[in-house]
């Protein structure tokens, strides 16, 4: 069973700069994580990928950039999160190059792991 973070866990990396995913790897790639929020807002996620992509938060589908022709790139949304953490999973093809998500909004915003 996989274990579920607590809201006092530490925070792994700080996300009010940008996260780089250096996974060197060739194909489908799943980063998953908690993203804590301390501040219930708008945030607004930015995400840089070098092909095919989806990014869910919790069950919903936040970012599609899975559409046949407009693979990679930049891609943005917002998204109103409470206070607390919140499950994310980064799912995108890639030759080896490298993904990065920029989370902005007030009071912070991290990864625990």
Known sequence: MPRIPREDDTVVETL???FDFEI???GAVEVSGFLKVTKEDLHTIRMRVPGAAVLHVHR???IDG???GKDGGEHEAEIN???GLHPFRLIYLSEGENASLDISGP???GIVR
């Open 24 to 26: 060197p790897l060739r």
């Open 66 to 68: 899975d559409t046949p």
């Open 16 to 18: 009010s700069e940008g």
């Open 60 to 62: 919903a589908l936040v």
């Open 81 to 83: 999160l409470k206070t």
């Open 107 to 109: 009071g912070g915003v």
